[in-house]
């Protein structure tokens, strides 16, 4: 199994906080997003051969846990791992830090499932992908399942 990757690296800006101070839930979510494409791409699902190959990713399920607050100038970092692959789904995390302090402040897990756009059903993702997922494999103990 391999260690989490890096999929993502950006900045909390004045406009991703709420009445709070502190960045609102949307842009965790958006930002987890960017992650997920960056994961996608690396096993070979990338927005260019999803749409030659008439192919797409749709989410089934997402769960976020919080633990610590982002405010406006903080960086951030989103490390992501392959939890399982199945025959048309795939299931993983994110996990989301303060780049100057290493905290952990989000994790996100996610089930997403392959579809063929045409048909509107889903599909077996490809051996080549399913290879690639297998490699980024990692055991994660995430917050639900404690």
């Given at each position: 199994m391999s260690d989490l990757v890096e999929t993502y690296r950006g900045t909390v800006y004045p406009?991703?906080?709420?009445?709070?101070?502190?960045?609102?839930?949307?842009?965790?979510?958006?930002?987890?997003?960017?992650?997920?494409?960056?994961?996608?791409?690396?096993?070979?699902?990338?927005?260019?051969?999803?749409?030659?190959?008439?192919?797409?990713?749709?989410?089934?399920d997402q769960r976020i846990?919080?633990?610590?607050?982002?405010?406006?100038?903080?960086?951030?970092?989103?490390?992501?791992?392959?939890?399982?692959?199945?025959?048309k789904v795939i299931r993983f995390a994110h996990q989301m830090f303060n780049a100057a302090s290493g905290e952990l402040c989000a994790v996100t897990q996610l089930v997403g499932a392959h579809l063929d756009t045409e048909r509107r059903k889903t599909t077996p993702l490809p051996e080549e992908v399913r290879h690639r997922a297998l490699q980024r494999q990692a055991a994660l103990a995430l917050p639900w399942d404690a």
């Amino acid at each position: 199994m391999s260690d989490l990757v890096e999929t993502y690296r950006g900045t909390v800006y004045p406009w991703h906080c709420d009445h709070m101070g502190h960045m609102n839930v949307m842009w965790y979510v958006g930002k987890f997003d960017e992650a997920t494409w960056q994961l996608f791409t690396m096993l070979g699902l990338s927005p260019a051969w999803l749409r030659e190959n008439r192919r797409g990713m749709v989410a089934l399920d997402q769960r976020i846990a919080y633990h610590r607050e982002l405010h406006a100038g903080d960086t951030v970092v989103v490390r992501s791992a392959v939890l399982e692959v199945r025959d048309k789904v795939i299931r993983f995390a994110h996990q989301m830090f303060n780049a100057a302090s290493g905290e952990l402040c989000a994790v996100t897990q996610l089930v997403g499932a392959h579809l063929d756009t045409e048909r509107r059903k889903t599909t077996p993702l490809p051996e080549e992908v399913r290879h690639r997922a297998l490699q980024r494999q990692a055991a994660l103990a995430l917050p639900w399942d404690a």
